[in-house]
């Protein structure tokens, strides 16, 4: 049975060049690919142990259409061949751990700005069509936040819904290095913008609103470095298997929507199969109504994990700490992020479908039964380093 886009027409086996396909979205996207579609992909990162259960063993029903291309998008003669053989190239390759924006600034902004100019450059200049990887974080803080404390426009949709092609972009001074990441994002899509303007480049940028689940990032001291700051989901994770207190920075006010990776990979797979509805677009794919503070996530994820663990949880589940103590100087945060779905629903029809529980339920009892065993062993013989 053939599989056909949104409007009825025969999707054809594409080639796929995926850049930073070794990452958290990038094995997700490669799994739905290589079990629901015909198409071959290209995985280009510098890792991939995240996709290592797809590569091999050969016996694999989808051999052949996933090849593993080690190489840094840094300095590699390769890239431009890797993107002339494929129809399509979607770049994922980023810093895009928060803990880095503000500490290690350069990197920030040659990773997010300076190494995708290539990747935009090659796809422009040999008609490839590009699907690159921004973040809801370039819409910075709401209009709402710089109202008074008070007022009551601060309920007001029309100063907090952050809209694609409304919304303003408003970052802290910049001596908040936290905004390196979400600048330099905003200004490779405004340059792959106009590509497309001025050269015909056919792009689509998407706009993530904190997608979460199995595979993302790493736990410190087990699959990162034990110094490593990752993302609130792996660090609440790495506090609740260690059964410390899950640190809330500046008291976990602030807000965010969470949605289920696999929810979000629907979307994505919607842009690649259906081009004439996607190209020229920029996409928010989050989850509205999974809306919670940093605390009261921390919260959920108490219940959960002690729902999935089968442990009763600690005393003081959480405690207090400053983002100067935590990420060190020139932190600063979103306030609150709840994408528009307007333009999505109307191009691609999509809608995301899994609640914060569920989606914290499936997550934490992958991170349960992946990691409680190594963890013990850590705390039951702290390593010698
Ligand atoms: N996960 C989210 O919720 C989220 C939200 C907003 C934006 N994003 C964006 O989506 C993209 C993917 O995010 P993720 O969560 O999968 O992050 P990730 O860190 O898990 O994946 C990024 C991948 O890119 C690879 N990479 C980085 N620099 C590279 C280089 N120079 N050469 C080759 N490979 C390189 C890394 O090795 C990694 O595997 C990023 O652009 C990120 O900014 C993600
Ligand atoms: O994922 C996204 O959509 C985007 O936003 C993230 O930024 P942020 O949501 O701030 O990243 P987290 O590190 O997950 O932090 C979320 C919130 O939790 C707080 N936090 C984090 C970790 C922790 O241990 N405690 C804690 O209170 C942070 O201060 C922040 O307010 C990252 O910038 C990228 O992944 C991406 O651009």
Redesign the pocket.
């Known amino acids: 049975m053939a599989r056909v886009d949104l409007d009825g027409n025969v999707i054809n086996p594409m080639t796929i060049c995926m850049i930073g396909a070794g990452g958290f979205i990038g094995s997700h996207l490669c799994e739905k690919l290589m079990s629901e579609t015909p198409h071959t992909v290209l995985a280009v990162d510098v890792y991939n142990d995240k996709i290592k259960h797809l590569l091999e063993p050969d016996s694999l029903p989808w051999n052949g259409r996933i090849q593993f291309h080690r190489l840094n998008i840094k300095n590699d003669s390769r890239l431009e061949g890797l993107i002339k053989c494929s129809d399509l190239t979607i770049n994922l390759a980023a810093i895009?751990?928060?803990a880095d924006y503000n500490t290690r600034p350069l990197d920030t902004i040659y990773s997010n700005f300076i190494d995708a100019l290539p990747v935009v450059k090659y796809c422009s200049e040999n008609n490839k069509r590009l699907i690159h990887f921004s973040?809801?974080?370039v819409y910075g803080k709401t209009i709402g936040s710089f109202l008074p404390k008070d007022s009551p426009l601060r309920q007001d949709p029309a100063y907090y819904i952050l809209k694609e092609d409304t919304s303003p972009c408003i970052f802290g001074s910049v001596e908040k290095q936290r905004w390196s990441?979400a600048c330099a994002k905003q200004l490779i899509e405004r340059l792959i913008y106009a590509e497309g303007a001025e050269n015909g480049l056919e792009f689509t940028i998407v706009r993530?609103?904190?997608?979460i689940g199995p595979r993302m990032d790493f736990i410190p001291g087990i699959d990162g470095p034990s110094e490593g700051v990752p993302?609130?989901?792996a660090?609440?994770s790495n506090n609740l298997l260690r059964r410390e207190p899950?640190?809330?920075?500046d008291g976990?006010e602030?807000q965010?929507t969470f949605i289920y990776i696999k929810d979000a990979i629907e979307a994505v797979l919607l842009m690649i199969e259906n081009p004439a509805r996607a190209s020229g677009h920029i996409f928010n794919v989050g989850n509205p109504n999974n809306e919670v503070t940093?605390r009261q996530l921390a919260e959920m994820m108490t219940q959960v994990y002690s729902k999935v663990s089968g442990e009763d949880s600690i005393e003081t589940p959480t405690i207090d700490v400053s983002?100067k103590e935590?990420y060190g100087e020139g932190y600063d945060?979103?306030d609150k992020r709840i994408p528009d779905m307007t333009i999505i629903n109307k191009q691609l029809g999509w809608n995301p479908k899994t609640s914060l529980w569920d989606l914290l339920e499936s997550t934490l009892t992958y991170q349960h039964r992946t990691y409680a065993e190594a963890i013990k062993q850590a705390i039951a013989k702290p390593s010698a380093n």
């Open positions: 895009c751990t928060p973040t809801c974080e990441y993530p609103f904190n997608w993302r609130v989901l660090c609440f899950l640190k809330l920075v976990g602030s965010r940093v983002s935590f945060d979103s």
